[in-house]
C-alpha cells in the first residue's frame, strides 16, 4: 500500500527557511492530490496546502505568503517550503494523500510526521 | 473560514461502553465531515469520510452520521485500543479545516 516519509531538518533558526520533503513509495504519485498539515506541539491540526501530481497548488491563506509546495514526479516526491518561519512555526509536520477532491474525502494515509523546532 | 467545534473535550467511559462524540460546524458543510483518530506520537488515521463511511479496515464499531451542520460519531462497545484523541475535518470549502478534537480517556 501507499506509505509516506517526511524528511528534513529537524531544527530551523527564525527568519530562515523550513524545507521538507515527503517520499511516495507503495504507487505513483500521480493523478493524486498531495497535502501538507502541521501540529503545533499540543494543539489542532492546521491545512497548510495541497500540490496536484500536475503541479497546481492551492494553500491555505493564513500561509499563503511564505508557503510553496512542489512535486517531483521522476522522484515520487512533493516538498514544502516556508520562508521567514518564527517560533510560531514550531510544529509537527505530516505529509498526507489528499483524497478531498474525490468521491469520499480525508487525508489517507498519513505521513509518521517531522518535528520541526524554530530556534537559534 | 469554517470552524469545526467538537464536543465534549473530554469524554471518561470505561470499556464495553458507547461514546458518543459531536462536531458542529460554523455553517453548512452537506455531509463533508471526515472523523480521524489520533494516538500519541502517530498521525491520525482516517476513520469516516464523507460523515458516514467507514474506511478501509476501520472496524463496523465506528460509525458516523449527521449533514448540514451537526455530526456525530459513535463508537459502540469500546475496546481498550480505542481510547485516543478524536478529530473531525470538512472538506466543504477553503481552507480545510479541523476540530480541536475530543480526547476519549479510561475511565
Known amino acids: 500500500q501507499v506509505r509516506l516519509q517526511e524528511s528534513g531538518p529537524g531544527l530551523v533558526k527564525p527568519s530562515e527557511t523550513l524545507s521538507l520533503t515527503c517520499s511516495v513509495s507503495?504507487?505513483?504519485?500521480?493523478?493524486?492530490?498531495w497535502s501538507w498539515i502541521r501540529q503545533p506541539p499540543g494543539k489542532g491540526l492546521e491545512w497548510i496546502g495541497y500540490?496536484?501530481?500536475?503541479?497546481?497548488?492551492n494553500y491555505n491563506p493564513s500561509l499563503k505568503s511564505r508557503v510553496t509546495i512542489s512535486v517531483d514526479t521522476s522522484k515520487n516526491q512533493f516538498s514544502l517550503q516556508l520562508t521567514s518561519v518564527t517560533a510560531a512555526d514550531t510544529a509537527v509536520y505530516y505529509c498526507?494523500?489528499?483524497?478531498?477532491?474525490?468521491?469520499?474525502?480525508?487525508?489517507?494515509?498519513w505521513g509518521q510526521g517531522t518535528l520541526v523546532t524554530v530556534s537559534s | 473560514e469554517i470552524v469545526l467545534t467538537q464536543s465534549p473535550a473530554t469524554l471518561s467511559l470505561s470499556p464495553g461502553e458507547r461514546a458518543t462524540l459531536s462536531c458542529r460546524a460554523s455553517?453548512?458543510?452537506?455531509?463533508?465531515l471526515a472523523w480521524y483518530q489520533q494516538k500519541p506520537g502517530q498521525a491520525p488515521r482516517l476513520l469516516i469520510s464523507?460523515?458516514?463511511n467507514r474506511a478501509t479496515g476501520i472496524p463496523a464499531r465506528f460509525s458516523g452520521s449527521g449533514s448540514g451542520t451537526d455530526f456525530t460519531l459513535i463508537i459502540s462497545n469500546l475496546e481498550p485500543e480505542d481510547f485516543a484523541i478524536y478529530l473531525c475535518?470538512?472538506?466543504?470549502?477553503?481552507?480545510?479545516?479541523f476540530g480541536q478534537g475530543t480526547r476519549l480517556e479510561i475511565k
Open positions: 507503495g504507487g505513483s504519485i500521480g493523478s493524486n492530490y
Open positions: 455553517q453548512t458543510i452537506r455531509n463533508y
Open positions: 475535518q470538512q472538506r466543504s470549502s477553503w481552507p480545510i479545516t
Open positions: 498526507a494523500r489528499d483524497l478531498n477532491f474525490g468521491v469520499n474525502g480525508g487525508f489517507d494515509p
Open positions: 500540490v496536484f501530481y500536475s503541479g497546481s497548488t
Open positions: 464523507d460523515a458516514s
